[in-house]
């Protein structure tokens, strides 16, 4: 009955992960849309490269999006015969061909803004008009707006992928910052700002291109948990009256998830069965403090018979 209520538990909060995901997708998906439309209609009417280049920029938000959608939903699929520990990496997948598709998309407005620059005939560049102003700054607005509105979920749900969604939105609302302060310029004489902020966006999107990279690599290679969060693991551990130290504690993160390793001491006096019970104590009250651990392993090692208090461990406070 106990195997049975946790299994429900989990499905139910592997399709709650789900709906939010795709429902904050849909919405970055339509707003994505809306906007690199309005900002290109800007750019082509108001003469504008750096509004142009910024509506590329959100129409890959919406590639982006839907990369994150298929992403979500593989890394939710049940474990099976093949994939036994899960599918949690292919979300990492997902967040790693959205890097690329922000590298591309910045070494193709970067290459374009720094011919214009290397050409040196600036005269020959059109001045923007007023209505690529407005598109900046609505664009900077809503991006924004959709960037909070993306993180706050993505913390919730615990979601790399679609938080990597979200700097892309902030990434995009940077580079309409740039787009801004390129096209007041170019307005007030200097049509070369116009290119130059074109090149400023393409640094915004490289770097944030390179931040999620990073994130989703460090999740694919079994990179260990911070050392305030191996604390806390520790504790909770430390906490059973009948643990005397910790040997070893490792952990792993798989996607958003963890594995833990530990070894753990008890008095060598107790049965096997005790020793037993007292592993499992400790594996059921790590699960159930921390929601993202999806696999302990506890190991126990007998202690001197004579000790009777708490060893030191490196991993408490």
């Not at 593989?74 to 890097?99: F, I, M, Q, T, W």
């Amino acid at each position: 009955m106990k195997e049975n209520k946790q299994i429900s538990i989990n499905t139910s909060g592997k399709n709650d992960f789900t709906k939010i995901a795709n429902r904050v997708s849909f919405v970055s998906i339509i707003g994505n849309v809306i906007l690199s439309v309005l900002k290109l209609l800007a750019g082509i009417i108001a003469h504008s490269s750096a509004m142009i280049s910024d509506a590329i920029h959100s129409a890959s938000d919406v590639f982006s999006t839907i990369i994150v959608i298929i992403g979500i939903k593989v890394s939710s699929k049940e474990s099976d015969k093949e994939h036994p520990y899960g599918h949690e990496r292919l979300e990492c997948v997902a967040a790693l061909v959205l890097a690329m598709v922000l590298f591309i998309t910045g070494l193709g407005i970067g290459a374009g803004a720094w011919r214009n620059i290397l050409q040196g005939n600036y005269e020959t560049l059109e001045v923007p008009g007023v209505l690529a102003l407005a598109a900046a700054v609505l664009s900077i607005l809503s991006k924004e707006a959709m960037f909070w509105y993306t993180r706050f979920y993505a913390k919730r749900i615990d979601s790399s992928a679609l938080m990597a969604d979200a700097w892309h939105h902030r990434s995009d609302a940077f580079s309409s910052v740039g787009a801004l302060i390129g096209i007041a310029g170019a307005r007030l004489g200097y049509p070369i700002m116009d290119s130059i902020a074109s090149l400023v966006i393409f640094v915004f999107i490289i770097k944030a291109g390179y931040d999620i990279f990073k994130d989703a690599v460090d999740k694919m290679v079994d990179h260990s948990c911070d050392e305030e969060t191996e604390r806390k693991l520790a504790a909770c551990v430390m906490e059973h009256k009948d643990v005397l130290g910790i040997d070893l504690l490792q952990t792993r993160m798989f996607g958003n998830k963890w594995y833990v390793d530990v070894e753990i001491s008890v008095d060598g006096s107790f049965t096997l069965q005790r020793a037993h019970q007292i592993a499992e104590d400790v594996h059921n009250r790590m699960e159930e403090k921390f929601p993202k651990v999806k696999h302990i392993m506890v190991h126990v090692n007998p202690a001197e018979i004579h000790k009777t208090e708490k060893g030191s461990s490196k991993y408490a406070d």
